[in-house]
T-cell receptor
């Protein structure tokens, strides 16, 4: 069935280092992917998105990589800061599912000073 | 940017009572809004899709008579948890997308429901 999953539930990273969060998805029809950041007690906050016709997209300190061959998505955060500590979710959808997102299980990122 | 507002942010109610949660798109119109439920340390699970002017569509396993959804305007959707029980205690989050569907889904800050 459709699912989006993560490899690492918790990631500890030293402040200033780069972080990489991975996500696997199973629906080969998925064509739109989003990374969200969720801080405690808050709703998900959009970070970056990518469509299936791309394999890389960069934002401010963040890069999303998409490998459709192996159905893998990653989020790279450059120079991780204490404010980056949060839970990160990948989510996917496809045209035939409208705007209904399927979320991955989430990865907690802990930034050590 | 697009802002989605939820109210209340926290609510405590007694078992058997009903609770209404509002979701508003503040600076854009949304024909479709989504309601999610999130248990502690878990991911978001889609409960239902709220469509302006028509009935909501519910995900499998979600009781439509227990979670009443009304989407009366392009900027407001409400979720009513009827006859709440302690197992309904959760974090409820709504999201919305603009009419043109070109922007990513924007989420509200959630409502923490505690049923005693």
């Amino acid at each position: 069935g459709e699912s989006v999953g993560l490899h690492l539930p918790t990631l500890s990273v030293q402040e200033g280092d780069n972080s990489i969060i991975n996500c696997a998805y199973s629906n080969s029809a998925s064509d739109y992917f989003i990374w969200y950041k969720q801080e405690s007690g808050k709703g998900p906050q959009f970070i970056i998105d990518i469509r299936s016709n791309m394999d890389k997209r960069q934002g401010q300190r963040v890069t999303v990589l998409l490998n459709k061959t192996v159905k893998h998505l990653s989020l790279q955060i450059a120079a991780t800061q204490p404010g980056d500590s949060a839970v990160y979710f990948c989510a996917e959808t496809s045209r035939n599912r409208g705007n209904k997102l399927t979320f991955g299980g989430g990865t907690r990122v802990l930034v050590k000073p | 940017g697009a802002v989605v507002s939820q109210h209340p942010s926290r609510v405590i109610c007694k078992s058997g009572t009903s609770v209404k949660i509002e979701c508003r798109s503040l600076d854009f119109q949304a024909t479709t809004m989504f309601w999610y439920r999130q248990f502690p340390k878990q991911s978001l699970m889609l409960m239902a899709t709220s469509n302006e002017g028509s009935k909501a569509t519910y995900e499998q396993g979600v009781e439509k008579d227990k979670f009443l959804i009304n989407h009366a305007s392009l900027t407001l959707s409400t979720l009513t948890v009827t006859s709440a029980h302690p197992e309904d205690s959760s974090f409820y989050i709504c999201s919305a997308r603009d009419l043109w569907g070109v922007s990513p889904l924007h989420f509200g800050n959630g409502t923490r429901l505690t049923v005693t």
